[in-house]
């Protein structure tokens, strides 16, 4: 079973930044496209950002210029690098895999970024 552990998130000022970060056990890292997403209270899970294996990325518009999503794939480790925090980026942030050979997905545990003003 592919398992995902998050560490990184927390308290932080507005204008601020945290880097998030996602270990993938249990899995192929090289089939796995990762991304974070985010889910504030009373709304949806969104997609904040997505990386290939092969590096190629995505971004939420919301956070373009602001995040940056990396990984190691030697250390099977996903990285989400925020800056410029504000307290609409308040949320629990979510790590993902999606495995494109089996079309499957995985999800970390969670972990809560909250962003005071």
């Known amino acids: 079973q592919v398992q995902l552990v998050e560490f990184g998130g927390g308290l932080v000022q507005a204008g601020g930044s945290l880097r998030l970060s996602c270990t993938v056990s249990n899995g192929i890292f090289s089939r796995l496209t990762m991304g974070w997403y985010r889910q504030a209270p009373g709304k949806q899970r969104d997609l904040v950002a997505r990386i290939t294996y092969g590096g190629n990325t995505n971004y939420a518009d919301s956070v373009k210029g602001r995040f940056t999503i990396s990984r190691d794939n030697a250390e099977n480790t996903v990285y989400l690098q925020m800056n410029s925090l504000n307290a609409e980026d308040t949320a629990v942030y979510y790590c993902?895999?999606?495995?494109?050979?089996?079309?499957?997905?995985?999800w970390g545990q969670g972990t809560q970024v909250f962003v005071s003003s």
């Open positions: 993902n895999a999606y495995n494109i050979g089996t079309l499957r997905n995985y």
